[in-house]
């Protein structure tokens, strides 16, 4: 049975109304009666479905819909049309910094963030000094969050995110930001997770990590699914002609 699974999902942004103008905005266009809300499709008509110790990797050019898809994955956004099923818990890392207080500490945080995914107290405590060595960040437990470099903050929420084996990991861009030696151990790592049976979802612009890393590829352009499969080699290729033809 399938872990992860889309059907036919499309996800529509609407531009320009009254969430995103205010509501005084939203009063005045009405009143001159030049309110108009522009419909922006994000992703189209995607399908797809991942087994369990799946790596999928996404790729496409800026725009292309990935992020979005991934928030629509991870349960943060619903889709417009089509649906998304999901089995078993999901740790997502999407935008890195969000969901950390700036004023609390590195601790603090860290067990902030495991109550956000949904772990206990007891579960944290256990966790905490294998969280806090993953990320290299003894040194910075007692400290406010805002002294980290951002680099530090990802390895936080990597770290977080993925020694607390979750079922389902989705990462957009995240190995891209820690610096060479963490970036290696946390590709490792997540072999690791993927070994223990956890499918994994990874946004990224270097088609030699998704070579390296995925069993599995999605190629999206302006929305659309242009493929998916399991000859990752082969759609990577495909990619990389269709880049340099632009
Ligand atoms: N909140 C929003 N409101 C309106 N349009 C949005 C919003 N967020 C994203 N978009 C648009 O949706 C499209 C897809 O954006 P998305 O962030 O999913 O692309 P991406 O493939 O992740 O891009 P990148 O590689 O640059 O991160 C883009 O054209 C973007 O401008």
Known sequence: MSVIELKDVSIRYKIGDFKAIGLKDYVI???KGDYHVQEF????HITFSLEKGDMLGII?????????????ISGIMKPTEGCVR????????????SGF???LTVR????????MLGYTRGFMNDKYDEIIAFAELAEFQDRPFRQLSSGMKSRLAFSIASLVDPDILILDEVLSVGDGAFRKRSEEKMQEIIRGGATTILVSHSLE??????NKVLWLHKGRQVEFGDRVDDVCARYE??????
Do not use: H, P
């Open 101 to 103: 207080d700036n004023d």
């Open 108 to 115: 603090e945080n860290t067990y902030l963030r495991g109550a």
């Open 41 to 44: 499709w994000a992703d189209r």
């Open 241 to 246: 002609a269709f880049l340099d033809e632009r």
């Open 209 to 214: 990590q998704v070579q390296n890393m995925c």
């Open 86 to 97: 999901c089995l078993g818990n999901i740790a997502a890392l999407l935008e890195l910094a």
């Open 60 to 72: 496409g050019t800026n725009g292309a819909g990935k992020s979005t898809l991934l928030k629509a």
């Open 29 to 31: 266009q009405k009143i």
